[in-house]
Protein backbone atom coordinates (compact mmCIF):
# COMPACT_ATOMS: atom_id res chain seq x y z
CA UNK A 1 0.00 0.00 0.00
CA UNK A 2 1.24 3.34 -0.74
CA UNK A 3 1.78 6.18 1.46
CA UNK A 4 -1.04 7.91 -0.05
CA UNK A 5 -3.27 5.42 0.37
CA UNK A 6 -2.36 4.00 4.15
CA UNK A 7 -2.96 8.14 4.31
CA UNK A 8 -6.81 8.05 2.58
CA UNK A 9 -7.09 4.46 4.88
CA UNK A 10 -6.22 6.62 8.26
CA UNK A 11 -8.43 9.73 7.09
CA UNK A 12 -11.05 7.51 6.63
CA UNK A 13 -10.58 5.73 10.09
CA UNK A 14 -11.05 9.11 11.70
CA UNK A 15 -13.93 9.67 10.66
CA UNK A 16 -15.49 6.40 12.50
CA UNK A 17 -14.98 8.88 15.60
CA UNK A 18 -17.59 11.75 14.20
CA UNK A 19 -20.44 10.30 16.27
CA UNK A 20 -18.12 11.39 19.36
CA UNK A 21 -18.64 15.15 18.52
CA UNK A 22 -21.37 17.80 19.49
CA UNK A 23 -21.46 21.10 17.96
CA UNK A 24 -23.27 24.15 18.38
CA UNK A 25 -24.30 25.79 15.34
CA UNK A 26 -25.84 29.74 14.97
CA UNK A 27 -26.72 31.14 12.03
CA UNK A 28 -29.49 32.34 9.45
CA UNK A 29 -32.10 29.50 8.45
CA UNK A 30 -33.45 29.66 5.17
CA UNK A 31 -35.93 26.99 3.63
CA UNK A 32 -34.44 25.84 0.66
CA UNK A 33 -37.49 24.90 -2.14
CA UNK A 34 -35.73 23.28 -5.15
CA UNK A 35 -38.59 22.83 -8.62
CA UNK A 36 -37.38 20.56 -10.94
CA UNK A 37 -38.81 19.27 -14.50
CA UNK A 38 -37.85 19.96 -17.86
CA UNK A 39 -38.24 22.83 -20.36
CA UNK A 40 -38.80 21.96 -24.15
CA UNK A 41 -40.38 25.16 -25.37
CA UNK A 42 -39.79 28.96 -25.20
CA UNK A 43 -43.18 30.79 -24.29
CA UNK A 44 -45.00 32.53 -26.12
CA UNK A 45 -46.00 35.66 -23.75
CA UNK A 46 -41.65 36.54 -23.59
CA UNK A 47 -38.39 34.57 -24.72
CA UNK A 48 -38.59 32.59 -21.32
CA UNK A 49 -38.57 28.89 -21.14
CA UNK A 50 -41.34 27.48 -19.81
CA UNK A 51 -41.07 24.94 -17.11
CA UNK A 52 -42.99 21.66 -16.53
CA UNK A 53 -42.75 21.07 -12.98
CA UNK A 54 -42.30 17.32 -12.26
CA UNK A 55 -41.53 17.41 -8.83
CA UNK A 56 -40.38 19.46 -5.91
CA UNK A 57 -38.81 19.36 -2.56
CA UNK A 58 -38.05 21.25 0.66
CA UNK A 59 -34.98 21.63 3.10
CA UNK A 60 -33.13 23.44 5.88
CA UNK A 61 -31.01 25.54 3.91
CA UNK A 62 -28.50 28.69 4.70
CA UNK A 63 -27.02 27.82 8.40
CA UNK A 64 -29.98 25.02 8.19
CA UNK A 65 -27.80 23.33 5.65
CA UNK A 66 -24.79 23.66 7.56
CA UNK A 67 -26.10 21.71 10.25
CA UNK A 68 -27.81 18.99 8.32
CA UNK A 69 -23.87 18.15 7.18
CA UNK A 70 -23.02 17.81 10.70
CA UNK A 71 -25.89 15.29 11.37
CA UNK A 72 -25.39 13.41 8.16
CA UNK A 73 -21.66 13.47 9.02
CA UNK A 74 -22.88 11.44 12.31
CA UNK A 75 -22.39 14.54 14.92
CA UNK A 76 -24.75 15.97 17.08
CA UNK A 77 -25.79 19.21 17.00
CA UNK A 78 -28.08 22.20 18.17
CA UNK A 79 -29.35 24.94 16.03
CA UNK A 80 -30.35 28.06 17.13
CA UNK A 81 -32.07 30.78 14.52
CA UNK A 82 -34.80 32.64 13.83
CA UNK A 83 -37.96 32.47 11.70
CA UNK A 84 -41.08 34.80 11.17
CA UNK A 85 -44.28 33.70 12.04
CA UNK A 86 -45.79 32.43 8.28
CA UNK A 87 -45.41 29.83 5.91
CA UNK A 88 -42.15 29.24 5.51
CA UNK A 89 -41.11 29.53 9.08
CA UNK A 90 -43.56 27.33 10.31
CA UNK A 91 -42.11 24.28 7.99
CA UNK A 92 -38.20 25.44 8.82
CA UNK A 93 -39.51 24.27 12.50
CA UNK A 94 -41.10 20.99 11.36
CA UNK A 95 -38.08 19.92 8.95
CA UNK A 96 -35.94 21.15 11.91
CA UNK A 97 -38.13 18.89 14.30
CA UNK A 98 -37.91 16.05 12.18
CA UNK A 99 -33.93 15.82 12.80
CA UNK A 100 -33.32 12.89 15.51
CA UNK A 101 -29.78 13.82 15.94
CA UNK A 102 -30.70 17.77 15.84
CA UNK A 103 -31.34 20.04 19.24
CA UNK A 104 -32.87 23.05 17.47
CA UNK A 105 -33.85 26.54 19.33
CA UNK A 106 -35.88 28.46 16.77
CA UNK A 107 -36.77 32.14 18.06
CA UNK A 108 -39.73 33.81 16.13
CA UNK A 109 -40.03 37.17 15.29
CA UNK A 110 -43.51 37.96 14.34
CA UNK A 111 -41.93 41.18 12.40
CA UNK A 112 -39.65 39.22 10.32
CA UNK A 113 -40.28 37.03 6.91
CA UNK A 114 -38.77 33.79 6.96
CA UNK A 115 -35.78 33.37 4.32
CA UNK A 116 -37.29 31.40 1.34
CA UNK A 117 -35.19 30.50 -1.47
CA UNK A 118 -37.35 28.94 -4.37
CA UNK A 119 -35.15 27.03 -7.60
CA UNK A 120 -36.37 26.05 -10.94
CA UNK A 121 -34.34 23.82 -12.16
CA UNK A 122 -34.59 21.78 -15.75
CA UNK A 123 -32.75 18.77 -16.01
CA UNK A 124 -29.31 20.08 -14.47
CA UNK A 125 -29.43 23.78 -15.68
CA UNK A 126 -30.96 26.33 -12.90
CA UNK A 127 -33.24 28.48 -14.64
CA UNK A 128 -34.13 31.28 -11.89
CA UNK A 129 -33.77 31.41 -8.51
CA UNK A 130 -37.08 33.38 -6.01
CA UNK A 131 -36.14 34.95 -2.89
CA UNK A 132 -38.69 36.06 -0.16
CA UNK A 133 -36.19 37.34 2.87
CA UNK A 134 -35.40 39.48 5.88
CA UNK A 135 -31.75 41.17 6.73
CA UNK A 136 -33.01 43.49 9.79
CA UNK A 137 -31.32 43.23 12.81
CA UNK A 138 -32.13 40.54 15.07
CA UNK A 139 -34.34 42.45 18.14
CA UNK A 140 -32.23 43.01 21.15
CA UNK A 141 -34.72 40.67 23.36
CA UNK A 142 -34.07 38.23 21.47
CA UNK A 143 -29.90 38.69 21.09
CA UNK A 144 -30.27 38.48 24.99
CA UNK A 145 -32.33 35.06 25.04
CA UNK A 146 -29.31 33.49 22.19
CA UNK A 147 -26.68 34.79 24.61
CA UNK A 148 -28.37 33.61 27.56
CA UNK A 149 -28.66 29.71 26.17
CA UNK A 150 -25.09 30.25 24.93
CA UNK A 151 -23.57 30.60 28.24
CA UNK A 152 -25.77 27.98 30.13
CA UNK A 153 -24.72 25.04 28.03
CA UNK A 154 -21.35 26.45 26.48
CA UNK A 155 -19.48 23.57 27.58
CA UNK A 156 -21.69 20.62 26.43
CA UNK A 157 -19.49 21.50 22.68
CA UNK A 158 -16.64 20.55 21.33
CA UNK A 159 -17.04 23.41 19.13
CA UNK A 160 -18.84 26.49 17.87
CA UNK A 161 -20.08 27.25 14.63
CA UNK A 162 -21.40 30.57 13.33
CA UNK A 163 -22.78 30.60 9.79
CA UNK A 164 -23.53 34.30 8.75
CA UNK A 165 -25.62 34.29 5.88
CA UNK A 166 -25.93 38.27 6.03
CA UNK A 167 -30.25 37.89 6.76
CA UNK A 168 -29.78 39.87 10.60
CA UNK A 169 -29.08 36.73 12.74
CA UNK A 170 -25.70 37.44 13.12
CA UNK A 171 -25.33 41.22 14.41
CA UNK A 172 -22.11 42.74 15.69
CA UNK A 173 -23.44 42.36 19.12
CA UNK A 174 -24.01 38.39 19.23
CA UNK A 175 -20.72 37.83 17.70
CA UNK A 176 -18.97 39.40 20.20
CA UNK A 177 -20.95 37.60 23.12
CA UNK A 178 -20.98 34.52 21.50
CA UNK A 179 -17.09 35.16 20.87
CA UNK A 180 -16.37 35.93 24.33
CA UNK A 181 -18.21 33.29 26.15
CA UNK A 182 -16.71 30.63 23.78
CA UNK A 183 -13.25 31.84 24.32
CA UNK A 184 -13.45 31.93 27.84
CA UNK A 185 -14.92 28.03 28.06
CA UNK A 186 -11.98 27.67 25.79
CA UNK A 187 -14.33 26.17 22.93
CA UNK A 188 -13.31 26.96 19.36
CA UNK A 189 -15.14 29.03 17.26
CA UNK A 190 -15.20 28.50 13.33
CA UNK A 191 -16.72 31.25 11.47
CA UNK A 192 -18.64 30.39 7.54
CA UNK A 193 -18.09 34.35 6.78
CA UNK A 194 -19.87 36.93 4.57
CA UNK A 195 -19.09 40.01 5.72
CA UNK A 196 -16.95 42.71 3.79
CA UNK A 197 -14.98 43.55 7.10
CA UNK A 198 -13.86 40.80 8.98
CA UNK A 199 -13.01 42.43 12.09
CA UNK A 200 -16.64 41.78 13.70
CA UNK A 201 -15.28 38.24 13.77
CA UNK A 202 -12.06 39.24 16.00
CA UNK A 203 -11.04 36.20 17.86
CA UNK A 204 -12.31 33.08 15.70
CA UNK A 205 -10.27 30.15 16.04
CA UNK A 206 -11.18 29.27 12.14
CA UNK A 207 -12.77 31.68 9.82
CA UNK A 208 -13.24 29.56 6.11
CA UNK A 209 -14.09 32.25 3.62
CA UNK A 210 -13.55 31.60 -0.41
CA UNK A 211 -11.54 33.23 -2.42
CA UNK A 212 -14.05 36.04 -3.53
CA UNK A 213 -14.84 36.69 0.21
CA UNK A 214 -11.05 36.94 0.74
CA UNK A 215 -10.63 39.23 -2.01
CA UNK A 216 -13.42 41.66 -1.07
CA UNK A 217 -12.02 41.85 2.34
CA UNK A 218 -8.34 42.91 1.56
CA UNK A 219 -9.75 44.82 -1.64
CA UNK A 220 -7.51 43.45 -4.28
CA UNK A 221 -7.97 40.88 -6.97
CA UNK A 222 -5.97 37.25 -5.55
CA UNK A 223 -5.07 35.54 -8.10
CA UNK A 224 -1.83 33.55 -7.43
CA UNK A 225 -1.63 31.17 -3.95
CA UNK A 226 1.07 33.56 -2.44
CA UNK A 227 -1.25 36.40 -3.03
CA UNK A 228 -3.86 34.35 -1.22
CA UNK A 229 -1.38 33.23 1.12
CA UNK A 230 -0.32 36.80 2.47
CA UNK A 231 -3.89 38.35 2.08
CA UNK A 232 -4.99 35.55 5.03
CA UNK A 233 -1.94 36.75 7.16
CA UNK A 234 -2.45 39.99 6.67
CA UNK A 235 -6.71 39.65 8.09
CA UNK A 236 -5.41 36.95 10.33
CA UNK A 237 -2.81 39.71 12.20
CA UNK A 238 -5.09 42.80 12.02
CA UNK A 239 -8.05 40.75 13.67
CA UNK A 240 -7.02 38.29 16.07
CA UNK A 241 -8.16 35.36 13.86
CA UNK A 242 -6.08 31.96 14.57
CA UNK A 243 -6.48 30.12 11.32
CA UNK A 244 -7.61 30.57 8.12
CA UNK A 245 -9.05 27.84 5.37
CA UNK A 246 -9.62 29.62 2.21
CA UNK A 247 -11.58 28.22 -0.63
CA UNK A 248 -10.70 28.27 -4.22
CA UNK A 249 -13.39 26.04 -6.22
CA UNK A 250 -11.81 23.84 -8.38
CA UNK A 251 -8.38 24.98 -6.89
CA UNK A 252 -8.60 23.32 -3.91
CA UNK A 253 -8.57 24.68 -0.30
CA UNK A 254 -5.57 26.54 1.54
CA UNK A 255 -5.14 26.21 5.44
CA UNK A 256 -3.31 29.07 6.64
CA UNK A 257 -2.50 28.46 10.45
CA UNK A 258 -1.41 30.42 12.94
CA UNK A 259 1.96 29.66 13.43
CA UNK A 260 3.20 27.13 10.86
CA UNK A 261 3.60 26.52 6.93
CA UNK A 262 0.36 26.48 4.68
CA UNK A 263 -0.98 23.52 3.45
CA UNK A 264 -2.25 23.31 -0.16
CA UNK A 265 -4.94 21.19 -0.81
CA UNK A 266 -5.60 20.27 -4.48
CA UNK A 267 -9.42 19.86 -5.24
CA UNK A 268 -9.95 16.13 -7.02
CA UNK A 269 -10.15 16.77 -10.58
CA UNK A 270 -14.50 16.01 -11.47
CA UNK A 271 -17.14 17.73 -12.73
CA UNK A 272 -18.98 20.40 -10.78
CA UNK A 273 -22.57 20.55 -11.04
CA UNK A 274 -23.25 22.90 -8.43
CA UNK A 275 -21.58 24.80 -5.55
CA UNK A 276 -24.34 26.05 -3.92
CA UNK A 277 -23.91 25.09 -0.20
CA UNK A 278 -20.38 23.88 -0.66
CA UNK A 279 -19.43 26.64 1.83
CA UNK A 280 -21.71 24.95 4.52
CA UNK A 281 -20.11 21.38 3.99
CA UNK A 282 -16.72 22.95 4.31
CA UNK A 283 -17.28 24.28 7.81
CA UNK A 284 -19.43 21.68 9.06
CA UNK A 285 -16.70 18.95 7.59
CA UNK A 286 -14.12 21.34 9.99
CA UNK A 287 -16.31 21.45 12.64
CA UNK A 288 -17.16 18.08 13.21
CA UNK A 289 -13.68 16.37 12.54
CA UNK A 290 -11.73 19.06 14.95
CA UNK A 291 -14.69 18.29 17.55
CA UNK A 292 -14.30 14.32 17.11
CA UNK A 293 -9.99 15.16 17.76
CA UNK A 294 -8.52 15.32 14.64
CA UNK A 295 -5.71 17.46 13.64
CA UNK A 296 -6.25 20.68 11.46
CA UNK A 297 -4.57 19.74 8.45
CA UNK A 298 -6.66 16.21 8.83
CA UNK A 299 -9.79 18.13 8.92
CA UNK A 300 -8.84 20.16 6.46
CA UNK A 301 -8.63 17.15 3.92
CA UNK A 302 -11.32 15.82 5.47
CA UNK A 303 -13.54 18.66 4.15
CA UNK A 304 -11.83 19.01 1.19
CA UNK A 305 -12.67 15.81 0.23
CA UNK A 306 -16.26 16.29 1.20
CA UNK A 307 -16.52 19.53 -0.71
CA UNK A 308 -15.45 17.55 -3.91
CA UNK A 309 -18.45 14.85 -3.38
CA UNK A 310 -21.09 17.69 -2.74
CA UNK A 311 -20.41 20.21 -5.50
CA UNK A 312 -21.49 17.20 -8.05
CA UNK A 313 -24.74 17.30 -6.50
CA UNK A 314 -27.60 19.96 -7.75
CA UNK A 315 -28.92 22.27 -5.05
CA UNK A 316 -28.18 21.97 -1.83
CA UNK A 317 -26.86 18.41 -0.39
CA UNK A 318 -25.16 17.00 2.44
CA UNK A 319 -22.64 14.34 2.87
CA UNK A 320 -22.84 11.18 4.76
CA UNK A 321 -19.90 9.72 6.75
CA UNK A 322 -20.19 6.57 4.99
CA UNK A 323 -19.94 8.46 1.39
CA UNK A 324 -17.09 10.65 2.78
CA UNK A 325 -15.49 7.08 3.68
CA UNK A 326 -16.51 5.47 0.39
CA UNK A 327 -14.65 8.60 -1.34
CA UNK A 328 -11.83 8.59 0.82
CA UNK A 329 -11.18 4.79 0.30
CA UNK A 330 -11.49 4.98 -3.58
CA UNK A 331 -8.48 7.70 -3.23
CA UNK A 332 -6.05 5.09 -2.65
CA UNK A 333 -4.39 2.51 -5.15
CA UNK A 334 -6.86 -0.67 -5.10
CA UNK A 335 -7.57 -1.99 -8.40
CA UNK A 336 -11.09 -1.84 -7.86
CA UNK A 337 -10.97 1.38 -5.75
CA UNK A 338 -12.71 3.54 -9.10
CA UNK A 339 -15.62 1.50 -9.36
CA UNK A 340 -16.84 2.89 -5.97
CA UNK A 341 -18.92 5.54 -6.10
CA UNK A 342 -20.89 7.79 -3.42
CA UNK A 343 -24.48 8.27 -4.19
CA UNK A 344 -23.97 11.77 -5.61
CA UNK A 345 -20.82 10.40 -7.74
CA UNK A 346 -22.62 8.00 -8.93
CA UNK A 347 -25.86 9.73 -10.28
CA UNK A 348 -23.22 11.89 -12.09
CA UNK A 349 -21.50 9.35 -13.80
CA UNK A 350 -24.93 7.39 -14.80
CA UNK A 351 -25.94 10.22 -16.03
CA UNK A 352 -22.77 10.29 -18.58
CA UNK A 353 -23.41 7.01 -19.57
CA UNK A 354 -27.27 7.30 -20.09
CA UNK A 355 -26.13 10.40 -22.22
CA UNK A 356 -23.62 8.58 -24.47
CA UNK A 357 -26.56 5.88 -25.23
CA UNK A 358 -25.55 3.35 -22.80
CA UNK A 359 -28.18 0.83 -20.68
CA UNK A 360 -27.62 1.00 -17.26
CA UNK A 361 -28.87 -2.25 -14.69
CA UNK A 362 -29.40 -2.08 -11.33
CA UNK A 363 -29.31 -5.14 -8.91
CA UNK A 364 -29.04 -4.74 -4.99
CA UNK A 365 -28.25 -6.88 -1.59
CA UNK A 366 -26.78 -7.02 1.43
CA UNK A 367 -23.70 -9.94 -0.36
CA UNK A 368 -22.20 -10.97 2.83
CA UNK A 369 -20.13 -13.48 2.23
CA UNK A 370 -19.81 -13.30 -1.47
CA UNK A 371 -20.71 -17.12 -3.36
CA UNK A 372 -22.07 -18.67 -6.46
CA UNK A 373 -25.33 -17.88 -6.26
CA UNK A 374 -24.51 -14.03 -5.88
CA UNK A 375 -21.99 -14.52 -9.21
CA UNK A 376 -24.72 -16.24 -11.15
CA UNK A 377 -27.51 -13.39 -10.42
CA UNK A 378 -24.67 -10.43 -10.97
CA UNK A 379 -23.17 -12.16 -14.22
CA UNK A 380 -27.05 -12.73 -15.74
CA UNK A 381 -28.24 -9.33 -14.70
CA UNK A 382 -25.03 -8.07 -16.64
CA UNK A 383 -26.32 -9.78 -20.07
CA UNK A 384 -29.45 -7.34 -19.69
CA UNK A 385 -27.24 -4.03 -19.81
CA UNK A 386 -24.81 -2.28 -20.96
CA UNK A 387 -23.46 -0.87 -17.66
CA UNK A 388 -24.15 -3.00 -13.97
CA UNK A 389 -24.73 -1.28 -11.05
CA UNK A 390 -24.67 -3.18 -7.85
CA UNK A 391 -25.98 -1.04 -4.66
CA UNK A 392 -25.30 -2.55 -1.28
CA UNK A 393 -26.83 -2.44 2.16
CA UNK A 394 -24.45 -0.40 4.60
CA UNK A 395 -23.45 -2.52 7.83
CA UNK A 396 -25.97 -0.22 10.15
CA UNK A 397 -28.68 -1.27 7.67
CA UNK A 398 -27.49 -5.02 7.35
CA UNK A 399 -27.74 -4.95 11.10
CA UNK A 400 -30.84 -3.99 11.36
CA UNK A 401 -32.01 -6.33 8.40
CA UNK A 402 -30.40 -9.54 9.65
CA UNK A 403 -29.32 -9.40 13.47
CA UNK A 404 -26.40 -7.72 15.41
CA UNK A 405 -24.25 -10.80 14.65
CA UNK A 406 -24.32 -9.62 11.10
CA UNK A 407 -22.62 -8.66 8.46
CA UNK A 408 -19.54 -11.05 8.69
CA UNK A 409 -17.65 -8.51 6.23
CA UNK A 410 -17.61 -4.89 6.11
CA UNK A 411 -19.37 -2.68 4.16
CA UNK A 412 -16.03 -1.59 2.61
CA UNK A 413 -14.63 -5.12 2.46
CA UNK A 414 -17.77 -6.28 0.56
CA UNK A 415 -17.52 -3.27 -2.32
CA UNK A 416 -13.93 -4.16 -2.75
CA UNK A 417 -14.87 -7.85 -3.89
CA UNK A 418 -18.01 -6.87 -5.82
CA UNK A 419 -15.85 -3.91 -7.79
CA UNK A 420 -13.00 -7.24 -8.51
CA UNK A 421 -15.92 -8.45 -10.54
CA UNK A 422 -15.59 -7.86 -14.36
CA UNK A 423 -19.16 -8.09 -15.03
CA UNK A 424 -19.73 -5.10 -12.30
CA UNK A 425 -19.41 -1.38 -13.37
CA UNK A 426 -20.43 0.52 -10.26
CA UNK A 427 -20.39 -0.56 -6.61
CA UNK A 428 -22.73 1.69 -4.12
CA UNK A 429 -23.49 1.39 -0.65
CA UNK A 430 -26.72 2.84 0.79
CA UNK A 431 -27.49 3.43 4.32
CA UNK A 432 -31.59 2.81 4.17
CA UNK A 433 -33.11 -0.36 4.81
CA UNK A 434 -34.39 -0.34 1.01
CA UNK A 435 -32.71 1.13 -1.89
CA UNK A 436 -36.26 2.94 -2.38
CA UNK A 437 -34.34 6.56 -2.29
CA UNK A 438 -31.33 5.38 -4.24
CA UNK A 439 -33.04 4.46 -6.75
CA UNK A 440 -34.88 7.90 -7.11
CA UNK A 441 -31.57 9.39 -6.88
CA UNK A 442 -29.91 7.22 -9.86
CA UNK A 443 -33.06 6.07 -12.02
CA UNK A 444 -31.69 3.08 -14.15
CA UNK A 445 -32.31 1.73 -17.46
CA UNK A 446 -33.21 -1.86 -15.99
CA UNK A 447 -34.22 -2.60 -12.48
CA UNK A 448 -33.19 -6.20 -11.79
CA UNK A 449 -34.22 -8.72 -8.50
CA UNK A 450 -33.85 -12.14 -7.97
CA UNK A 451 -37.07 -14.20 -9.22
CA UNK A 452 -37.68 -15.21 -5.75
CA UNK A 453 -39.34 -11.67 -5.61
CA UNK A 454 -42.55 -11.33 -6.60
CA UNK A 455 -42.88 -8.17 -9.19
CA UNK A 456 -44.89 -6.44 -6.42
CA UNK A 457 -42.23 -7.66 -3.54
CA UNK A 458 -39.97 -5.43 -5.77
CA UNK A 459 -38.75 -2.24 -4.41
CA UNK A 460 -38.66 0.71 -6.33
CA UNK A 461 -40.30 -1.17 -9.30
CA UNK A 462 -43.34 0.98 -9.67
CA UNK A 463 -40.75 4.27 -9.74
CA UNK A 464 -38.46 2.29 -12.60
CA UNK A 465 -41.53 1.50 -14.37
CA UNK A 466 -42.91 5.53 -14.55
CA UNK A 467 -40.56 6.81 -16.59
CA UNK A 468 -40.08 3.90 -19.21
CA UNK A 469 -37.83 1.37 -17.58
CA UNK A 470 -37.72 -1.85 -17.38
CA UNK A 471 -37.65 -4.80 -14.53
CA UNK A 472 -36.06 -8.00 -15.01
CA UNK A 473 -36.50 -11.31 -12.72
CA UNK A 474 -33.33 -13.06 -12.52
CA UNK A 475 -33.55 -16.98 -12.01
CA UNK A 476 -31.35 -18.05 -9.11
CA UNK A 477 -28.97 -20.72 -8.40
CA UNK A 478 -30.49 -23.48 -6.01
CA UNK A 479 -28.85 -23.96 -2.62
CA UNK A 480 -26.72 -20.45 -2.24
CA UNK A 481 -27.48 -18.34 0.90
CA UNK A 482 -24.65 -16.60 3.38
CA UNK A 483 -26.78 -18.21 6.09
CA UNK A 484 -26.30 -21.54 5.21
CA UNK A 485 -22.34 -20.91 5.00
CA UNK A 486 -22.41 -19.38 8.54
CA UNK A 487 -24.55 -22.28 9.74
CA UNK A 488 -22.28 -24.79 8.24
CA UNK A 489 -19.21 -22.94 9.41
CA UNK A 490 -21.08 -22.96 12.85
CA UNK A 491 -21.75 -26.94 12.65
CA UNK A 492 -17.81 -27.76 11.59
CA UNK A 493 -16.57 -25.13 14.59
CA UNK A 494 -18.61 -27.22 16.81
CA UNK A 495 -18.29 -30.58 15.66
Not at 330 to 351: N, R
Request: net charge negative; proline share 4%.
Amino acid sequence: MSLASEHAESLAGQVDRFEEASLLCIGDVMLDHFFYGTASRISPEAPIPVLKIERQSAMLGGAGNTVRNMITLGARASFISVVGNDDAGNRIVTLAGQEPRLEPFLLTDSKRVSTEKSRYIATSQQLLRADYESVEPLPMALQEKVLTAVRDDILRYQAVVLSDYGKGMLTDALIRGVMETANAAGVPVLVDPKRRDLSVYRGATILTPNLRELSEACGQNLVSTEEVIAAARDQMHAHSIQHMVVTRGAQGMILVPHDEEPLVVSARAREVFDVSGAGDTVVATLAVALASGCSLPDAVELANTAAGIVVGKIGTSVVYRNDLKTALHTQGVTTSGHKIYPPALASEQIDAWKQTGLKVGFTNGCFDLIHAGHLGLINDARAFCDKLVVAINSDDSVRRLKGASRPVNSEMERALLLAELSAVDMVVIFHEDTPETLLTLLKPSVLMKGADYALTEIVGADFVQSYGGEIRRIPLREGYSTTNIIERITRQANA
